[in-house]
T-cell receptor
Framework: AQKVTQAQTEISVVEKEDVTLDCVYE???????LFWYKQPPSGELVFLIRRNSFDEQNEISGRYSWNFQKSTSSFNFTITASQVVDSAVYFC???????????FGDGTTLTVKP | DSGVTQTPKHLITATGQRVTLRCSPR?????VYWYQQSLDQGLQFLIHYYNGEERAKGNILERFSAQQFPDLHSELNLSSLELGDSALYFC????????????FGQGTRLTVV
């Protein structure tokens, strides 16, 4: 069975601080995908990144970066120089490679204060 | 705007009733996914359709059913509704058969009273 754990329920930072959201996963599959989604107060889910289990390269996109470590089954997400607009619930998710069965973590609520 | 349209946005109904939620995917997307988001259970995958065929099933109750039509829109039918079915139901679509860059609709807020 697949499982995704986001141990941090809530994080509060002051604007311009860096913040890392942790994600640990469990799966028996050798091929799988990992994702991060953002759910702002407006409610819709916004795709941020997908990572293939064979690709352990870290990725940077603007102020966002992701650290995938297969050895520790972790896929952490860092926001550099956080902004108030980053305030949202962030979900880490894991899916089978072939079909769309996915498992989401419980989410981390990030509050960035001015 | 993600391009995924869900109707209705809000629905209030009584226990024991049946409702149908509708999802129109983005143009060109063949995959449709349904999710349930509630406070106690979080975001739960329900079912995935690709080009009209069921591809994967998650924690979907027997009282719930879904289908994807030839024009690729999808409907989620919820019957014999219970108070615990109150939740936000999301639909997402993507081009790929596997879970990829999926675009979510704004959801249907179902309240069972």
């Amino acid at each position: 069975a697949q499982k995704v754990t986001q141990a941090q329920t809530e994080i509060s930072v002051v604007e311009k601080e860096d913040v890392t959201l942790d994600c640990v996963y469990e799966t028996r599959d050798t091929t799988y995908y990992l994702f991060w989604y953002k759910q702002p107060p407006s409610g819709e889910l916004v795709f941020l990144i997908r990572r293939n289990s064979f690709d352990e390269q870290n990725e940077i996109s603007g102020r966002y970066s992701w650290n995938f470590q297969k050895s520790t089954s972790s896929f952490n997400f860092t926001i550099t120089a956080s902004q108030v607009v980053d305030s949202a619930v962030y979900f880490c998710a894991l899916s089978e490679a072939r079909a769309g069965k996915s498992t989401f973590g419980d989410g981390t609520t990030l509050t960035v204060k001015p | 705007d993600s391009g995924v349209t869900q109707t209705p946005k809000h629905l209030i109904t009584a226990t024991g009733q049946r409702v149908t939620l509708r999802c129109s995917p983005r143009s060109g997307d063949l995959s449709v996914y349904w999710y349930q988001q509630s406070l106690d259970q979080g975001l739960q995958f329900l079912i995935h359709y690709y080009n009209g065929e069921e591809r994967a099933k998650g924690n979907i109750l027997e009282r719930f059913s879904a289908q994807q039509f030839p024009d690729l829109h999808s409907e989620l039918n919820l019957s014999s509704l219970e108070l615990g079915d109150s939740a936000l139901y999301f639909c997402a679509s993507s081009v790929e058969e596997s879970w990829g860059e999926a675009f979510f609709g704004q959801g249907t807020r179902l309240t069972v009273v």
